[in-house]
């Protein structure tokens, strides 16, 4: 109708989308959202793929296991906090005139991890559960029979199939730390 007097597809949408927008002021974008827009889709579509729309999580974790890991943060954070203050004085004002740019980053972070680690272990408990957490792997690998391609060397347990790099730290490539 609009086409037939010389008024462009745009012009019709943009009338249309101002009716819209007078109808929402009048009656609220909610209202006009639940008695409208949401009965027109019921009568349009008598199914819906709603995958897309939710998050179906595959993996909760054990509210007891939230609650140690964020009891171990706060203790090894703790405890850790000299070799933390440590790393942070060496990088606040590094001499890149005597020592060089850092050409790996990477390396870098996982000498300052280690150091923090072997800081929370000197922590008599942190150390207790660290042994304690191995021991129930290792029961819960054999209950399960779940194998995760691990390779377990003095403590230090980790996936070989899904190594992340920022994440998982295997400290036997990084050269002894001085400290």
């Not at 054990?62 to 703790?78: F, V």
Request: aromatic share 10%.
């Amino acid at each position: 109708m609009l086409e037939q007097k010389g008024f462009g597809i745009n012009l019709f949408f943009q009338v249309l989308q101002n009716e819209i927008d007078n109808v929402i002021a009048y009656v609220g974008a909610e209202r006009f959202w639940n008695e409208f827009i949401l009965p027109s889709f019921a009568k349009l579509f008598t199914s819906a793929d709603y995958n897309p729309s939710l998050n179906i999580i595959e993996y909760v974790i054990p509210p007891q296991l939230k609650t140690l890991n964020e009891l171990t943060q706060k203790w090894g954070t703790s405890a850790a906090v000299e070799a933390v203050q440590n790393a942070k004085s060496e990088y606040a004002n590094y001499d890149i005139s005597s020592q060089g740019f850092i050409s790996d980053i990477t390396t870098e972070e996982r000498k300052t991890e280690k150091r923090v680690l072997e800081k929370e272990l000197d922590d008599k408990h942190v150390l207790w559960l660290s042994e304690k957490l191995e021991s129930l792997n290792k029961e819960f690998i054999e209950r399960t029979g779940i194998v995760l391609g691990l390779e377990n060397i003095e403590g230090n347990t980790k996936d070989q199939d899904t190594v992340n790099p920022d994440t998982d730290m295997d400290f036997g490539d990084v050269d002894d730390i001085k400290s």
